[in-house]
């Protein structure tokens, strides 16, 4: 959209019909674009969105970024208008609308120290048919931002069955036994763009990765925690608040890190 307006009937503000991404922009590109694209595409077609298609989305992307030295841009995607009542119309247009903003402020020592998480109360429900997606309804992670944060910088969410799940706007990687752990998101959960990309760099490294459950008994007997998002990159975790500690930045958590720097993006490169 190319102005500040959303219609009444818009059914991503009526129900949280639609789809989101927020891209990282560092000197007028997206380095995670194709990623962002890809999983966007793939959500359209579970959800039975119409997609634009790649072109058209990463032109007027590139657009709204062009001259951006350092930032971020939100896109979403809403089924468009339609009456009173879940179910849509029968042709729905979909709404793009494309939001630019600034980046926020991250201390340095986040990178190079790590960060402070605390365990959130707010729980997640299983879906497991939107599980993985960033879809619009965020209900759960907006109250869990409204706990006190503790000092913390991130905050650590569960399900119903004590279940280690995200952070609250991030993935979550352990290292046990010389190889990654990460928690399944069959679920529940948004399967992150930097979480590909690390599952993809590890691939190519021949580090062993597992996908599985996560409870707190295995947090506490990590050797490394590490966090990724495709906004603020790798944050090592130094404490999670009242369970246990970490090494930080440990040995694995440095090479991930020294890995998407790669990628363009300067802040990412302590």
Known sequence: MNDDTVPVDDRGLNYGDGLFETIRVQSGEMPLLSRHLSRLEAGCRRIGLAWPGRDELGAQLSTAVAGMTRGVVKLVLTRGSGGRGYAPPAVAAVRKIISCHALPDYPPENYTLGIRVRMCGTRLGDSPDTAGLK?????????????????????LMQDAADRIVEGIRSNLFLVRDGGLVTPDLTRGGVAGVMRAEVLDIAARAGIPVRVTDISLSELRSAREAILTSSIFGIWPVREIARVCEFESPGPMGRRLMAEISRLGVRDWAP
Do not use: C
């Open 135 to 155: 879809h619009l309804g965020r209900l759960e992670q907006v109250l869990a931002s409204m706990e006190p944060d503790e000092g913390a910088a991130e905050g």
